[in-house]
């Protein structure tokens, strides 16, 4: 089973800065099977990208993605109050799918 | 524009059984494969189960292999998920959620996902 791990596991920055979260995969995972999501408490998450760098529907531009192999970003250009979160990334390999344990992005 | 509701979740036994419903609508639900997704309190999120836009295909994570079926009605434009022996474990909130494609056999992504069902399980 490929293991994602997530970094910092919480973030804390103030609106208007720039936030980039880490997901390191275990083994290579292909970036067509990469995806973040955001989760605010007490809802679902929401897909921000997929493909490792593609936007979903409806997502800010501010919000982007990026790598390959084992290393992924998740880069959040300028900080929105409503972007205080947390984030998940996820993969989709031959074991099945698997999520990363989540950053907090916490405000400052 | 998309909806995914799910229902069926209280509070169970264990060893009981539970099965959770999730109508869609605001898409053509038998063109595209479906999961399930749960969440232990204050937890991480962990993928369930997956079936195919047809229901030809299953996919299910080994925590749950044997004691939990994933089916689909697509005339009822619902999904359902099955769950026996259930276990302490197993206490979670579980969202249904829509896989951008339907032919892929262990499914994508979610781009789409319900508000969920709580499970509880316990004596």
């Known amino acids: 089973e490929i293991v994602l791990t997530q970094s910092p596991g919480t973030l804390s920055l103030s609106p208007g800065e720039r936030a980039t979260l880490s997901c390191r995969a275990s083994?290579?995972?292909?970036?067509?099977?990469l995806a973040w999501y955001q989760q605010k408490p007490g809802q679902a998450p929401r897909l921000l990208i997929y493909?490792?760098?593609s936007r979903a529907t409806g997502i800010p531009d501010r919000f982007s993605g990026s790598g390959s192999g084992t290393d992924f970003t998740l880069t959040i250009s300028r900080l929105e109050p409503e972007d205080f979160a947390v984030y998940y990334c996820q993969q989709y390999g031959s074991s099945g799918h698997t999520f990363g344990q989540g950053t907090k992005l916490e405000i400052k | 524009q998309v909806q995914l509701v799910e229902s069926g979740g209280g509070v169970v036994q264990p060893g009981g059984s539970l099965r959770l419903s999730c109508a869609a609508s605001g898409f053509t639900f038998s063109s595209y494969g479906m999961h399930w997704v749960r969440q232990a309190p204050g937890k991480g999120l962990e993928w369930v189960a997956f079936?195919?836009?047809?229901?030809?295909?299953?996919y299910y994570a080994d925590s749950v292999k044997g004691r939990f079926t994933i089916s689909r009605d697509n005339s009822k434009n619902t999904l359902y998920l099955q769950m026996n022996s259930l276990r302490a474990e197993d206490t979670a909130v579980y969202y249904c959620?829509?896989?951008?494609?339907?032919?892929?056999?262990?499914?994508?992504?979610?781009?789409?996902w319900g508000q969920g069902t709580l499970v509880t399980v316990s004596s």
């Open positions: 083994q290579s995972v292909s970036s067509s099977y």
């Open positions: 493909g490792a760098s």
């Open positions: 959620a829509k896989d951008p494609l339907g032919w892929l056999p262990k499914g994508y992504y979610f781009d789409y």
């Open positions: 079936i195919r836009y047809d229901g030809s295909n299953k």
